[in-house]
Structures are given as C-alpha cells and as structure tokens.
C-alpha cells in the first residue's frame, strides 16, 4: 500500500465526479495491475511506474505489484457537522483515517447545480469546512486534556510535556490556526486538522490548463503554504473512457494539459507526505514499495516483513539505472555495480533492494 486520502468538500462541489473520475481512469489504465472498489464510496488506484515495468521486463517476472493510492469518497460536509449535523461522526471517523486531505473547492459556475450556499465563493467554502474540523479537534482534545491533566498531577512526565503541546495546539486552533500550522508535535493527538490538506479546485472545462477568477483566489490565500491544484473533473470524466495512452495523452494535449488530474494529485501527495519509491525485483514478482524519505535499510526492510527489520543483516542495493544497462542482478554483480549497505543506509529513490537478514 502507498497512502491514502480522503476527498472531503461541501454537497454540489463536484467532489463525488471527482473520485469517481480518477477511479474510472485508473482502471482503464491499468493494463496487468490491479485495481478494486474496496467499498462503495473507497478505491484503490495504481500509481503509475514506468520503472517498475521496465525492471519487471528485465527478468520477466511473473507478477508486476506496483505501489497503489487509496481515495475515500467522505460524504459532503455541512456546517455542523462537527456536532454531527449531516453525516456527522462518521464524516470526521473517515478523515482520521487518511493520511491527508484532499479538499476539493468549487471554482465553476453553473445554473442547474444549486450551491449549498447559494453563491460561488470559494474562499467561503473552505474556511467553513476548516472551522468545522478545527471545532471536531477543539472537542477531542478537550477530553484528552482532561484525562492528561489527571496523569501530570501524578507526576507523570510523559503527560506533563503531552498537556503543554495540548494546550498551544488548543490555543492556536481557537485563534483559527490548524494544528499542521503548530510549532509543536501533533502526533500523539490524532487531529483532523493536523493532516496535510492538498487543495483541489474544480474547474470549467475551459479553464482547465490555466485556473479562472474563483481558483486565482484559492491561489492567492493558499498557494504559499499548501498544494493547490486545478483540475476539471468533467475533463477527468473523459480522460477516464479514454484506454488508449497515446489517445489519452493526445487529448490531454489539445486541451493544453500535460498530466491528467489523477497524476496530479498522486505526484502532489507523494511530495507532500515526503514519500519515496524502492523495488524489489526477480523472476516470480516486481515489487514496488512505498516508504518514507529519510528511512535506513532496516526501516525499508520492515515495510517488507517485521522480521526483515527485526534480523536485518545488510542489504544489497542496485539502481535502476545499472540494472537496465546491465540486464538484471547477477550481471550487475559481475560489473562491480552492486553495493553492500550497513543498518545506518538512508535509502534513496528507486533503490532496488536484496535483504539479508536473520531471525
């Protein structure tokens, strides 16, 4: 598994269409990898790699596992719904399970779908979608500082430093500051607004290559601190009938697009979210592994099985590059290209990776 994300929005956004489109297009796409609805309003798609299949070509393998994003289709939100008006708990329950946000923001005109609100404004919509989620942590954290409160008077320092962070991250959210803005470690406290938010705005068709009036705003105030992205999702709709990828891309050419919305957004999140990209390669399986920037070998390794980590002895480490030149592992080998890497190896994009280890 890659990561996953939660699209979230207010009803009539276009944030259903969306996940719908990038689903649809993903499995179209999708050749020999796999793909599934997990549940109704969840799906998984695969991210595109380019790598992996040549590598796989290289020895044939018999299984292509490519990293996959998982996208949750969260029922529209609506003021209150942090006391649980509309879909309520079960809304902010499904967002606590994401690794990030991404928080689609109407940026369309159109007549015959009725904004919630009654006007486009995009600025509007997200800060009631961010008052709500500030309001659900603002009530969580209210309890877990009482329960906090009750362990520091028994001295305990673990509790101690955790009711100091709680109450600036309190603080901050009172004054309209979400916790990812906090100098302190949100962790501990499961929040919604901790989580990395990836703005979407859901454009016309015809401003789909260079944004309109309603996603320069959502630029202007936001842009400096968090992804903004312009995607329409009618064009998304398309692009998802379309199987054939030198069509798809000829499309997404005449429309002045270079990567369609669902490569977007798994590019975006990947940077957002600091991941990275390793491989393991042989004749019965291709694999790709998703982990986070800055992991050693035996992290890695985990991300495998916990008794790889557990046991890790070194690892094997070959690059793309040299694996392709070369035509697979044991003419690396021969070449001199192999490298063997202690506990302290920090991994580095596109590693393909050979474990050793002991349990």
Known sequence: MGFNCGIVGLPNVGK????????????ADA???????????????VVPDETLLKLAAVDNSEKIIPTQLE??????????????????????????QTDAIIHVVRCFENDDIVHVNGKIDPLSDIETIETELALADLESLDKQIKNLTKKAHGNDKDAIKLLADAEIIRTNLSSGIPARKVDVDAKPFNLLTAKPVIYVCNVDEASAASGNEFSNRVVEKYGATNPVLIISSKIEMEIAQITDPTERKMFLNDLGLTQSGLDQVIKTGYETLGLQTFYTVGP?????????????????????????????IRAEIITPA??????????????????????????????????????
């Not at 050749?31 to 798609?45: A, D, K, L, S, W």
């Not at 694999?287 to 890790?312: N, S, V, Y």
């Open 16 to 27: 259903s269409t969306l996940f719908n489109a990038l689903t649809q297009s993903a499995a």
């Open 31 to 45: 050749q020999n990898y796999p793909f599934c609805t997990i549940e109704p309003n969840t799906g998984r798609v």
């Open 71 to 96: 996208i949750v289709d969260i029922a529209g939100l609506v003021r209150g719904a942090s006391t649980g008006e509309g879909l309520g708990n079960k809304f902010l329950g499904n967002i606590l």
């Open 284 to 312: 019965k399986e291709a694999h790709a592994w998703t982990i986070t920037r800055g992991m050693t070998a035996p992290q890695a390794a985990g991300k495998i099985h916990t008794d790889f980590e557990r046991g890790f």
């Open 322 to 359: 040299d694996y392709l030149e070369y035509g697979g592992e044991v003419k690396v080998k021969e070449a001199g290209k192999m490298r063997t890497v202690g506990r302290d190896y920090v991994m580095q994009p596109g590693d393909i990776c050979h474990f050793l280890f002991n349990v």
